[in-house]
């Protein structure tokens, strides 16, 4: 008869630690990892208007990430849709606030054009990742129901 605090009753329900899950922390962190890439090179140029093509291909790239995880998201079914939402909704709006503080940053530093286009939807991404995020790794560990 073995007394080892690892032997588990059959009747116990599956760890939450050991479930597999789709990668979406690891695809959100390749999705920020190209945001941040993007607005890295296009503020290296300010105040010059910086060649778009790179920042456009950065942004493609964290769009498709962002989409791709958004599908393997939704495709969950045993899922702690409830914890979920509520971390991811409060995180949204402190990311709201905060990416409006830096989108004033741009406008007051005098970005135009193009370029603004390209930073705004870059950070528009970025509000939209970290909650997804935050809530995920949260929601991973809550039994669904």
């Given at each position: 008869m073995?007394?080892?605090a690892h032997d588990v009753p059959a009747h116990a329900a599956p760890s939450l630690v050991d479930r597999r899950l789709p990668p979406i922390t690891?695809?959100?962190a390749l999705s920020m990892i190209a945001i941040a890439?993007?607005?890295i090179y296009l503020a290296a140029y300010l105040p010059r208007h910086a060649p778009l093509w790179f920042a456009i291909v950065l942004l493609?790239?964290?769009a498709a990430l962002q989409v791709t995880n958004v599908i393997l998201l939704s495709r969950l079914s045993d899922f702690a849709w409830g914890r979920f939402?509520?971390?991811a909704r409060w995180a949204l709006l402190a990311y709201a606030i905060i990416a409006g503080m830096i989108e004033f940053a741009f406008v007051f530093d005098h970005t135009r054009g193009a370029q603004l286009v390209v930073m705004t939807t870059?950070?528009?991404l970025f509000m939209l990742n970290v909650p997804v995020l935050i809530g995920f790794t949260?929601?991973?560990y809550q039994r669904a129901g």
């Amino acid at each position: 008869m073995s007394t080892a605090a690892h032997d588990v009753p059959a009747h116990a329900a599956p760890s939450l630690v050991d479930r597999r899950l789709p990668p979406i922390t690891e695809i959100g962190a390749l999705s920020m990892i190209a945001i941040a890439g993007g607005v890295i090179y296009l503020a290296a140029y300010l105040p010059r208007h910086a060649p778009l093509w790179f920042a456009i291909v950065l942004l493609g790239v964290a769009a498709a990430l962002q989409v791709t995880n958004v599908i393997l998201l939704s495709r969950l079914s045993d899922f702690a849709w409830g914890r979920f939402f509520q971390v991811a909704r409060w995180a949204l709006l402190a990311y709201a606030i905060i990416a409006g503080m830096i989108e004033f940053a741009f406008v007051f530093d005098h970005t135009r054009g193009a370029q603004l286009v390209v930073m705004t939807t870059m950070l528009a991404l970025f509000m939209l990742n970290v909650p997804v995020l935050i809530g995920f790794t949260v929601a991973r560990y809550q039994r669904a129901g």
